[in-house]
């Protein structure tokens, strides 16, 4: 409860225990998009606007099934609220690289290598990133990300013709790969003590994870009183 009284007490308990931490690792959650003014697709505002524009809510236009069955659109919703975004590290990101030589790794399903920018190498993205792994589900020949934001409506693979290219993250309705699942799990579960940042305890994140941390010391920090911080 680092907003409530006896604050100075409780900042250094948290310094003290992530400092004696053996093996710490951070969740990393979505009020680091946030802190890059970028609104979260799942907030009212934010998806009303998105359904305005191409007449589809987020989750149905970032999906597997759109990019299966109107990639046209899928594409141009990607390209104009996706990949537009020029976003710099915000200062929680830099808290975290300079924390970072006392040896810890980050988790997040943040899509826009937000930790990497800020100087972090210890990442884990569960999602993917729009940066890397543009490839042609076809022949598997990977693609830059101006390949995309160059392209002609949709990007098709110049080897294959035909062949849509997928973006290096992963769409709603797809399946996460079980070697990143498996990396991130084997880190939480060898950590004594978790970080969870900018998210509360029932995120979708937290709830795959914490399962398997047999640690020490869980810390919560996020904005937004919740009914399961206690």
Do not use: W
């Not at 191409?54 to 899928?74: C, D, K, Q, V, W």
């Not at 098709?156 to 996460?176: A, F, N, W």
């Not at 990143?180 to 900018?198: F, N, P, Q, R, Y």
């Amino acid at each position: 409860h680092f907003v409530k009284a006896g604050m100075i007490m409780n900042l250094n308990y948290l310094e003290e225990t992530i400092r004696t931490s053996k093996y710490l690792v951070c969740l990393a959650g979505m009020e680091f998009m946030r802190e890059q003014n970028v609104a979260y697709h799942r907030d009212s505002d934010e998806s009303y606007r998105i359904e305005e524009k191409y007449g589809y809510s987020p989750e149905e236009l970032f999906s597997a099934r759109m990019f299966n069955t109107h990639a046209e659109l899928f594409y141009e919703y990607y390209r104009n609220e996706i990949l537009s975004k020029h976003l710099e590290a915000g200062k929680g990101n830099e808290a975290l690289a300079r924390l970072e030589e006392a040896g810890y790794l980050i988790i997040t399903k943040g899509i826009y290598n937000m930790p990497q920018k800020a100087g972090c190498k210890n990442v884990i993205n569960m999602y993917g990133n729009i940066y890397e792994n543009n490839a042609c589900p076809r022949c598997g020949k990977i693609f830059p990300i101006e390949y995309i934001k160059n392209s002609d409506k949709v990007p098709l693979c110049d080897v294959c013709k035909s062949t849509v290219i997928h973006p290096g993250v992963y769409l709603h309705g797809e399946m996460l790969s079980n070697t990143v699942i498996s990396h991130a799990v084997e880190e939480v579960a060898k950590a004594d003590t978790i970080l969870v940042l900018g998210m509360n305890l029932n995120s979708s994140l937290c709830k795959d994870m914490l399962p398997h941390f047999t640690g020490k010391d869980l810390i919560v920090i996020h904005k937004e009183p919740h009914y399961l911080d206690e």
